[in-house]
């Protein structure tokens, strides 16, 4: 963990939550390498906060990303069209605790909608296909199909709350892909993803990153992962990343 992270002051989780909690907004993500990420977390306003729990900042999770048959969520990204979706579920390894999300776009904002799953993280029943149907139906999008487990993406984790309470930034990185239908993985040991999450304006974390020369990228941990594991996917949105030298097979 950097120096930087841990010399902020602490929030909890319920501060944080009720601080921040933008499930409508507008997410920038920028690719950094370690060194970089770390220069850039030690450049953040001395008020910035970070979220701690029992003493531990940093965090495993663990997404399992579903897709159907012909791949509709991640051609959806990868054409950027416009009513395109993401359906997982995330676990947090290190409480157990596990959600089932559906991500929509309207406009440039980002809509996540969860519901608590207490069923196996890689399959969805009756019950959550009726949570996704109605969350996609909000966007008048249809789903295309049988939804299967397609992608599991294990990282690591650091929230920081943003001086001004109302925006925050995640920091992934020990980045691990694994197709389910092949058993084959792919690893990001030199990448940092540092995802700004705030209104319709600039965070002051986006600022600091600006300032060192870094700009927000079109990436998605689902598809650039799938994109790597499967090569002959349609992937130029993503190529520079997936050239990257600390994209490891």
Avoid at 161 to 183: I, N
Avoid at 199 to 223: C, F, I, T
Wanted: net charge positive; proline share 5%; hydrophobic share 40%.
């Amino acid at each position: 963990m950097s120096i930087a992270v841990v010399d902020r002051a602490p929030v909890t989780l319920d501060d944080l939550n009720r601080a921040a909690a933008l499930l409508t907004r507008v997410d920038r993500k920028y690719v950094l390498a370690a060194s970089a990420a770390d220069a850039v977390l030690a450049a953040l306003p001395h008020a910035t906060r970070v979220l701690e729990i029992d003493g531990a900042r940093t965090f495993a999770y663990r997404s399992t990303y579903f897709d159907t048959p012909d791949l509709a969520c991640y051609l959806g990204t990868a054409h950027r069209r416009r009513r395109r979706y993401k359906v997982r579920t995330r676990t947090y390894v290190d409480s157990g605790e596990c959600f089932l999300e559906v991500k929509t776009r309207r406009g440039d904002a980002t809509v996540k909608r969860r519901l608590p799953w207490s069923g196996p993280a890689d399959r969805i029943d009756a019950d959550g296909l009726g949570f996704v149907d109605g969350a996609l139906s909000e966007d008048r999008i249809q789903l295309d199909g049988a939804l299967t487990p397609t992608l599991d993406v294990d990282y690591l984790r650091t929230t920081l709350l943003m001086p001004d309470g109302a925006s925050r930034a995640t920091v992934d990185s020990a980045l691990t892909w694994r197709d389910r239908a092949t058993g084959r993985t792919r690893t990001a040991p030199g990448v940092v993803i540092v995802e700004t999450k705030s209104g319709a304006g600039p965070s002051s974390a986006d600022h600091v990153l600006w300032r060192r020369g870094h700009r927000p990228v079109a990436v998605s941990k689902y598809a650039t992962g799938l994109a790597a594991l499967r090569p002959s996917l349609p992937h130029n949105r993503w190529h520079r990343l997936l050239s990257r030298a600390d994209l490891a097979a």
